[in-house]
């Protein structure tokens, strides 16, 4: 996905991780290594339940197991890196590995993005919408969405991906953070980096703006809806079906927003690794949990499975 051909006078660059919790490191390890199996276990037992059992085969629980593919490819890319850099203290990484850690995280983080919009879709058809719901969110319609997400993110992705990798990169070769983001990266570059630049806001913001504006438009024309049930038990019964995916939503949007929506300078380096720590290792680690929690579906067919092992085990 990342061209070889990128120039570069520094063989190679060391991502610094969090220097300031070494004497720590060991308790900062195993933490973020139960974190890595839990995340991993969470989604692939998602991924799991949905493609095995019936009851799950709705749209819904196909954009959440496409969500969960997402997150075990972002933690994948940051983690077991994050966990070297904090057991030697710094990592050493080429220029193109870099750039490729870069380009897997962008695609990963993009994809979800354009999947929690579609599952907001999906939110707002099956409450306003539900006399019409398998007809509007027939499974080739579902389909269409899944691959035109992974696809968006993929070419997004790649067009800056192409642009930095034909930067030259001369300058200091240490990374004051825990992985390659773009910002960090561009600051080792010698070269003009304004296309680049350029590039990564003509993308980003309005593909943002767009998520954001229709993920609001769909969720007041849900409370609009939900409040003119007369019943309440017809609301108690509407609101959990959106009510995981918006969790989900303010918890992913509001850690990205603070990264970088935010004036770089409105935040010390620490406080900056912190937060992107929220959205690569603590958010696909809570997406499963929250969904397990509050989808009736999902523990019923998860207690299904195990009393299934139970038997066949005998």
Not at 114 to 135: G, N, Q, W
Not at 174 to 191: G, K, M, N
Not at 231 to 243: E, I, L, M
Request: aromatic share 12%.
């Amino acid at each position: 996905m990342t061209p070889s051909h990128n120039q570069s006078s520094i063989p190679e660059l060391f991502l610094l991780g969090f220097q300031l919790l070494q004497r720590s490191r060991i308790i900062l390890f195993l933490s973020l290594l139960v974190v890595y199996m839990m995340t991993l276990t969470g989604n692939l037992l998602i991924i799991r339940l949905v493609s095995a059992t019936r009851c799950l085969h709705s749209p819904m629980f196909f954009f959440l197991s496409h969500l969960s593919s997402c997150d075990i490819i972002l933690t994948t890319t940051i983690i077991p890196n994050l966990l070297y850099i904090t057991l030697k203290n710094s990592s050493p990484m080429t220029v193109s590995g870099c750039i490729a850690q870069l380009n897997l995280f962008s695609f990963s983080s993009v994809t979800e993005c354009l999947l929690l919009t579609m599952m907001s879709y999906d939110r707002y058809v099956a409450v306003c919408k539900p006399l019409h719901y398998v007809t509007i969110m027939n499974f080739s319609f579902c389909l269409s969405l899944v691959v035109l997400s992974w696809i968006l993110g993929f070419v997004l992705t790649l067009i800056v991906t192409v642009l930095i990798s034909h930067l030259t990169f001369c300058n200091f070769k240490y990374i004051d953070h825990f992985f390659c983001d773009v910002a960090p990266l561009l600051q080792l570059s010698c070269s003009e980096t304004t296309v680049v630049q350029i590039a990564v806001y003509i993308i980003a913001v309005p593909e943002t703006v767009i998520e954001t504006m229709f993920i609001i438009s769909t969720y007041f024309c849900i409370f609009h809806a939900i409040h003119r049930i007369s019943s309440t038990t017809g609301r108690q019964k509407a609101f959990p079906t959106c009510s995981s995916h918006l969790t989900v939503v303010c918890m992913y949007y509001g850690t990205l927003i603070a990264i970088y929506a935010i004036p770089a300078g409105d935040y010390s380096p620490g406080m900056n690794k912190i937060v992107s720590l929220m959205y690569t290792v603590v958010t696909p680690l809570l997406n499963p949990i929250i969904y397990s929690l509050r989808s009736r579906e999902i523990r019923t067919s998860f207690l299904k499975l195990l009393q299934i092992k139970k038997i066949l085990a005998m």
